[in-house]
């Protein structure tokens, strides 16, 4: 397949999500997607992800590009609270959350816990907003590659901005479908900050998580 048959499949493929992914952001915009329970125990099949495919327990492991061009292994974050954000740079709402983001990188880093964004997008697009905005976290790229590593964690249909949080031992605790606010990133961290700290379960951690992002207190609702 030539280059430019290529490239025009990538846009399309990004389009086609983006079309998805906004529609849905109107209608679970704080809605939290956690995994589903393990496949003995489930009786029926999980529905509360708008995905082609399931949520895995586990986070999977894939390679992208940095900014330097390097090929880095999710893995190499093994230990670490993850928070792992898919955007792209033609996605408004994915803009808007990079200085939360930032905040989040600097403010939880002697925690532990990593922000890693995974741009959806192509790279001659990426790096010079990347710079503009001053990005302060790892930052992973992929235009097809980034397509499949979303898929892997079972987001091939939900759209951009999705936020995908991951706990030291590298189970996906949760994922949010939209833009993310600081209220929303304090509460998924802290509660995922007690699991790996053994004072609650995952299962617990997930209910709290869905109550604390439907409270009607919660600000930037």
Request: glycine share 6%.
């Amino acid at each position: 397949m030539s280059r430019a048959v290529n490239s025009v499949l990538i846009a399309v493929s990004i389009i086609a999500a983006a079309t998805v992914g906004f529609g849905a952001y109107r209608v679970m915009h704080a809605k939290p997607v956690a995994p589903p329970p393990p496949a003995a125990a489930a009786e029926e099949p999980d529905t509360s992800v708008a995905s082609s495919a399931p949520v895995p327990q586990m986070r999977p492991v894939f390679s992208l590009e940095d900014a330097d061009g390097k090929s880095r292994s999710i893995t190499e974050w093994d230990g670490k609270t993850l928070v792992i954000n898919f955007w792209a740079t033609w996605c408004a709402p994915c803009r808007r959350e990079i200085p939360m983001l930032k905040s989040l990188s600097a403010a939880r880093a002697a925690q532990d816990v990593v922000v890693i964004g995974i741009a959806v997008d192509f790279r001659d697009k990426v790096l010079p907003y990347a710079k503009e905005a001053g990005i302060n976290y790892p930052l992973l790229i992929g235009e097809e590659d980034g397509l499949d590593a979303a898929t892997a964690f079972g987001l091939g249909s939900i759209g951009l901005p999705c936020t995908v949080f991951v706990d030291a031992k590298g189970r996906i605790v949760t994922a949010h479908l939209g833009e993310l606010h600081a209220d929303q990133a304090d509460l998924i961290v802290d509660t995922i900050l007690d699991v790996n700290r053994g004072a609650i379960s995952i299962e617990a951690a997930r209910t709290r998580i869905a109550a604390g992002m439907k409270a009607p207190e919660r600000k930037n609702s």
